[in-house]
C-alpha cells in the first residue's frame, strides 16, 4: 500500500499569510494527487487533482505543486473560510489513501 | 447540479448488518466510477471502496473485505454498500463520492462530488 504522510498535522497563520502544506507519498505516485478541504461538519471538498489542476470554483489562491513522492499545497493569501482540515489523496493505485490531514487555524 | 445523497444509516448492533444506499442526480451515473470513504468521530477520511461504471470492477480496502460489498444500480442511479458482521470500528461518518473521470488510462479516482454522509454507530 502507498502510505502519505502528511505534514505538518496543524498550522496557526494570519489573515493573508501564506501557507504551504507537505504531503510525502511512500513510493513514486507521478502526478496522481488529490488535495481536499473539509470544514467542521461537512463533507470534503476537492480543491486540486492531478498534483496541480484547479477544480472548478476553487479560489486561485489555492495551489498545488510536486511529482513523484513530494506535494505540497499552498494558500497565497489566508482568508478566514479557509479554516478547515486539509487532505491529501493518491489515486495511483488502490487501496486508495489519504493523508492524515493538517488543520489550517487562524492565529 | 450532481446531488449525491446517503441514507441507511443508524444504530446497530456488533454483529448486525446495514445497507447504506446513495441516490444520485445531475449527471449520466454510469459513466463514472464511485466510492464510499468514512470518517470515524474525530478521525482523518478512510477509503473503503470503489466501483467502475460497468460493475466490472470492485476493489476492497483491507480492513473490509469479506464484510462488505459494494454494488450499484444503473437503472436507478443508485450506489450501494452492504456492511455486514459489524465492529465497533466501524462507527463512523459514511460518504459516497463521484469520481472525476476518465481518460485513455482509465478512471481518474479523484472525488469530486460528495454526499452528504450517512452516521453508522456499532454499539451495544
Known amino acids: 500500500d502507498i502510505q502519505m504522510t502528511q505534514s505538518p498535522s496543524s498550522v496557526s497563520a494570519s489573515v493573508g499569510d501564506r501557507v504551504t502544506i507537505m504531503c510525502r507519498a511512500s513510493?513514486?505516485?507521478?502526478?496522481?494527487l488529490a488535495w481536499y478541504q473539509q470544514k467542521p461538519g461537512k463533507a470534503p471538498n476537492l480543491l486540486i487533482y492531478?498534483?496541480?489542476s484547479l477544480q472548478r470554483g476553487v479560489p486561485s489562491r489555492f495551489s498545488g505543486r510536486g511529482s513523484g513522492t513530494d506535494f505540497t499545497l499552498t494558500i497565497t493569501s489566508l482568508q478566514p473560510e479557509d479554516v478547515a482540515i486539509y487532505f491529501c489523496q493518491q489515486a495511483k493505485s488502490f487501496p486508495l489513501t489519504f493523508g492524515g490531514g493538517t488543520k489550517v487555524e487562524l492565529k | 447540479e450532481v446531488q449525491l445523497v446517503e441514507s441507511g444509516g443508524g444504530l446497530v448492533q456488533p454483529g448486525g448488518s446495514l445497507r447504506l444506499s446513495c441516490a444520485t442526480s445531475g449527471f449520466t451515473f454510469s459513466s463514472y466510477a464511485m466510492t464510499w470513504v468514512r470518517q470515524a468521530p474525530g478521525k482523518g477520511l478512510e477509503w473503503i471502496s470503489a466501483?467502475?461504471?460497468?460493475?466490472?470492477?470492485?476493489y476492497l480496502a483491507d480492513s473490509v473485505k469479506g464484510r462488505f460489498t459494494i454494488s450499484r444500480d444503473n437503472s436507478k442511479n443508485t450506489l450501494y454498500l452492504q456492511i455486514n458482521t459489524l465492529r465497533a470500528e466501524d462507527t463512523a461518518v459514511y460518504y459516497c463520492?463521484?469520481?472525476?473521470?476518465?481518460?485513455?488510462?482509465?478512471?481518474?479516482?479523484?472525488?469530486?462530488?460528495w454526499g452528504k454522509g450517512t452516521t453508522v454507530t456499532v454499539s451495544s
Open positions: 513510493q513514486g505516485i507521478g502526478t496522481w
Open positions: 492531478a498534483a496541480s
Open positions: 466501483i467502475s461504471g460497468g460493475s466490472s470492477a470492485t
Open positions: 463520492a463521484k469520481t472525476y473521470g476518465s481518460g485513455r488510462g482509465g478512471y481518474y479516482y479523484y472525488m469530486d462530488v
